[in-house]
């Protein structure tokens, strides 16, 4: 079945009230549901009610509290049709329904994780709970009763503010719950169980005292410290750049170690993967410390962006995630370095969204139409989704953008709401005609942009040209020109901006280009001298940029461009070339050339100490195997690729090899271990520089040193990393797996890092090491974590592994995925989409690829997710 936006009809009654009462028990779980239904103006009195389930069990039905006849209404797993509905404008309906946790495998509805009772309803779980109108546009206000074994589940919760609580006899007790704020079903959770606890408190800065807690499993509450004090940060962050406080007495968070996604924003009452809350020192990286961080203030932010104004329907999914993405990608700039925190936002982009626009799953940011919506939890959806917003921002600047999210929030509190409402207040507040701009939201793809440049010595006039132009996608034959705002500089020849005496040709104004047509000249007047064009500054719109500049015009940007984003492009846009060409001669069998130059600015930016370490560090990580091939884009040879990645990486380390050893030593810890951002900095610097100080010595000891000595997880991690992927099978590296499984072997969050970088080992050797690892004790087909961070990792991020030419691992994969699927549809759909990049390899794995792919379609049985996922990926 397919859903199409143009489809959307508002429900015939409304649910404005809701209470529900859980016996909950790990087998049967008995849900009593009393939901107030009342006809909405203009439906016929007598009108069928239809409420979705999946996989429901009805036990029993009361319409106005008297039992059903079997003729007045009809029950499936999936449906409950009332037939006789009351003429009356409002009735109650009982709905009692019993439910399994335990088998419940999905992760979607009522199940168990490591024996805690919690939810997951977003997008459709609820349905799986109770029958219901499991839509985003039916609000209600929500009662619960929760009951339970009082030893197994010590500790009940759900939305809202705790009413009451107390036994129900020896061995059970309940607790009541309210959450004045009428919601969607999907934002309902419950949680019930043991876990240790740690609390804080906020108070609003209108004064209203809010209890926080983060539960985690026993013994597990230390590592819950950093992120109970980002949640603080967020709370306070939100309150001065938004204006927006909480708005109930509690705010409960529970990690649980078996989750489809990162967290949910469940009104009052997050859950997260336990991934996004623990972290200490010995245990986490500085990645994990900040995905800590941007995860938690995400879920907090969907408080008002999401649970106060929500979505009318699930085509409006980017209204909350793109928007909140937005909003915690800010909050993370301020807490940290804004520029720093800019480049690592524009590489997840590129090697995620990019991708994803230009193969067979792209798909608008605002989708027209889907099979299954849980497939469009994507990286299009979200981090396009943001850009979109970003742009905003850009065109109307700081103030006028400020109020139109304030309008946003006076105008829709409390509704279900539309792209279109999102884009009018925008509108409204500054003036502008966005219809224009609103063909971001529906025209998918990475818009391609051309730029040339003029130089009239006499007339000293300087002209860019610039041309756009959209790929076709599945759907979607013919695009229009898009509003494409370009922040850009003129640099002189002393590495300073130039101010042009006037412009023509096209919209320009506060440093920023305005593309409206497909190809427009915009011509600088009273330019002395030739500047050299900084385009794109701050990467503010997600177009894929070709300039038609000199080598030393992009070493002279890598070196002078203010804008330390528009630094980092150039000099990855140069190291880019080098790679691709350098790709293409190993696979013709001849050799690389590495101009001098592209060495020594490497060399350069490593020495620089007035730039952040961690802007140094993100400029001497080299594009990654997958963003070489992304750009080589056709025709892709995996093993050229490493080749020539690995020849660069050489030569700038053959270069600089005592200059780095210096520099290594001198960024040597000094006192304790802190994850500030300036720490992890130069801790990022420092093991950027490991690799390449190991690789040159093509010797493991300094990473094997490094390993022994750790006293945090980044720098123990990072020198595992060497070891494996570049000494792989050395005593060395199979020393430090084992020390490091000897010690982190029961912890299941830690264990996947060990797991991931045996997956990153390149060559196709690793997939035999991939299959025995499945059945290592710490692995389990049943945790997405696991499977993530092994069949994950090696399928998105390995690619000389993954795409052997034989093409055993893509059968590896369709093995894996067929087996998952009939346990946890979104799982296994979410590991296939490793392979939306077929087409652009080679013949010989792309038809081994394809023949993987046809495969799985071939089945009789398969979830939607995956139905979905694969004939997409096929079509
Ligand atoms: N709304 C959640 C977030 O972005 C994601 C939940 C998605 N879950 C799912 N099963 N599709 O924070
Ligand atoms: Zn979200």
């Known amino acids: 079945q397919t859903f199409r936006l143009s489809d959307y009809r508002p429900t015939p009654y409304a649910i404005p009230e809701t209470r529900l009462d859980f016996r909950l028990a790990p087998e049967r779980t008995i849900v009593h549901a009393r939901l107030t239904i009342e006809r909405r103006p203009g439906t016929e009195p007598g009108t069928p009610l239809l409420l979705d389930g999946d996989e429901l069990k009805l036990i029993s039905l009361a319409i106005n509290g008297i039992p059903a006849g ?28 019993e439910i399994n946790p335990t088998t419940n495998r999905q992760l979607s509805g009522l199940y168990r994780s490591s024996d805690v009772y919690c939810t997951q309803c977003e997008a459709e779980g609820f ?40 036994e129900v006899d020896s061995a059970r007790h309940y607790a009541i719950w309210h959450d004045p704020h009428p919601k969607p079903s999907y934002l309902f959770a419950l949680v019930a169980g043991s876990l240790g606890v740690v609390k804080d408190h906020f108070t609003t800065r209108s004064g209203r005292l809010v209890d926080l807690a983060i539960h985690v499993e026993h013994g597990k509450e230390g590592r819950a410290l950093y992120a109970m004090d980002a949640l603080k940060r967020s709370m306070a ?72 104004i929500t979505c009318r329907d699930w085509f409006q999914l980017c209204l909350k995630e793109g928007l909140t993405v937005y909003r915690d990608h800010e909050f993370s700039a301020d807490q940290r370095s804004r520029p720093v925190k800019r480049i690592a936002e524009v590489k997840i982009l590129k090697s995620q969204q990019f991708p994803e626009d230009a193969g067979p799953l792209a798909h608008p940011v605002r989708p027209r139409e889907y099979r299954e919506i849980n497939n469009f939890y994507t990286a299009t959806v979200y981090e396009k989704g943001s850009e979109v917003v970003r742009m905003i921002h850009t065109i109307i600047g700081p103030e006028l953008f400020r109020k139109g999210m304030d309008l946003y929030f006076e105008r829709h509190d409390g509704e279900a709401a539309t792209i279109e409402d999102f884009i009018k207040v925008f509108a409204d507040v500054s003036g502008k005609d966005f219809s224009q701009f609103a063909l971001w939201y529906d025209q998918a793809g990475t818009p391609k942009l051309e730029a040339d440049f003029a130089y009239d010595e006499k007339a000293q006039t300087y002209s860019i040209t610039l041309k ?107 190291f880019t070339q080098v790679l691709t060409e350098g790709a293409r001669h190993l696979r013709l069998g001849k050799d690389m050339q590495i101009d001098d130059h592209v060495l020594e600015i490497a060399g350069r930016i490593a020495a620089d100490t007035t730039l952040d370490p961690a802007f140094r560090a993100l400029c ?44 290594y030593q001198s960024l040597t810890q000094q006192g304790p271990f802190s994850p500030d951002a300036q720490s992890a900095g130069r801790r990022s610097l ?124 893509y059968e590896f994969l369709a093995d894996t995925v067929l087996a998952i699927d009939p346990e946890n549809p979104q799982l296994a759909a979410r590991l296939l989409t490793a392979m939306r990049s077929w087409r652009s390899l080679e013949n010989q794995r792309r038809e081994k690829a394809k023949a993987a792919l046809q495969r799985i379609a071939a089945m009789q049985k398969l979830s939607t997710d995956l139905r979905d996922i694969v004939e997409r990926t096929l079509a």
């Open 70 to 97: 079997n003729n007045s209404y009809r029950a499936t797993p999936d449906l409950l049709e009332i037939r006789d509905v009351p003429s009356a404008e409002r009735f109650t309906l009982d709905i009692v329904t």
């Open 237 to 308: 962050w939100d309150e001065k750049r938004f204006g927006r406080e909480y708005d109930l007495d509690v705010f409960n968070i529970v990690a649980v170690s078996d989750f489809n996604m990162g967290a949910m924003e469940n009104k009052g009452l997050n859950i997260f993967n336990d991934k996004y809350v623990l972290a200490d020192p010995e245990t986490a990286t500085d990645t994990d410390y900040a995905g800590i961080e941007a995860v938690i203030a995400h879920e907090y932010f969907h408080n008002w962006t999401g649970n106060r």
């Open 686 to 809: 420092r093991n950027i520089l490991l690799d390449y100080l190991s690789r040159h010595a093509m010797s493991p000891d300094r990473a094997a040193h490094q390993f022994a000595t750790a006293n945090n997880m980044t720098d123990r991690f990072a020198a595992l990393s060497v070891l494996v992927q570049r000494f792989g099978g050395s005593h060395e590296a199979r020393n430090a797996l084992a020390t490091f499984e000897q010690r982190f072997g029961e912890d299941g969050l830690v264990m996947d890092k060990w797991f991931s970088v045996q997956a990153m080992q390149p060559g196709p050797e690793v997939l035999a090491a991939i299959k025995a690892l499945t059945r290592h004790p710490a692995f389990s087909l049943d945790n997405p974590n696991r499977v993530r961070s092994l069949i994950g990792t090696f399928s998105a991020n390995n690619p000389t592994g993954f795409n052997r030419v034989d093409g055993a691992a």
């Open 127 to 166: 349905r799986r709970i109770t029958y219901y109108y499991d839509r985003p546009d039916v609000l209600s206000v929500y009662t619960v009763r929760l009951e339970a074994d009082r030893l197994a589940a010590p500790i009940l919760l759900s939305n809202g503010n705790p009413v009451e609580h107390g």
């Open 620 to 663: 001497l990580s080299l594009p990654s195997e997958n963003d070489i091939a992304r750009e080589i884009g056709e025709n892709v040879d995996p093993d050229a690729i490493l080749a020539a990645r690995d020849r660069l990486m050489a030569a700038i380390a053959a270069r600089y090899a005592d200059d780095f050893a210096a520099l």
């Open 468 to 574: 756009q132009s959209l790929a076709l996608t599945p759907g979607q034959p013919h695009k229009k020109p898009m509003l494409i705002p370009i922040a850009f500089g003129l640099i002189g020849p002393d590495g300073k901006d130039m101010v042009p005496s006037a412009v023509t040709g096209g919209e320009v104004h506060d440093g920023v280009i305005y593309l409206q047509r497909e190809s427009e000249t915009f011509t600088f007047h009273g330019l002395a001298a030739r500047p050299v064009p900084s385009l794109l500054r701050g990467f503010s719109a997600p177009v894929n940029l070709v300039a038609s500049l000199s080598t030393s015009e992009q070493i002279f940007l890598a070196l002078n461009d203010s804008d330390p984003v528009a630094r980092w492009q150039a000099l990855n846009m140069i």
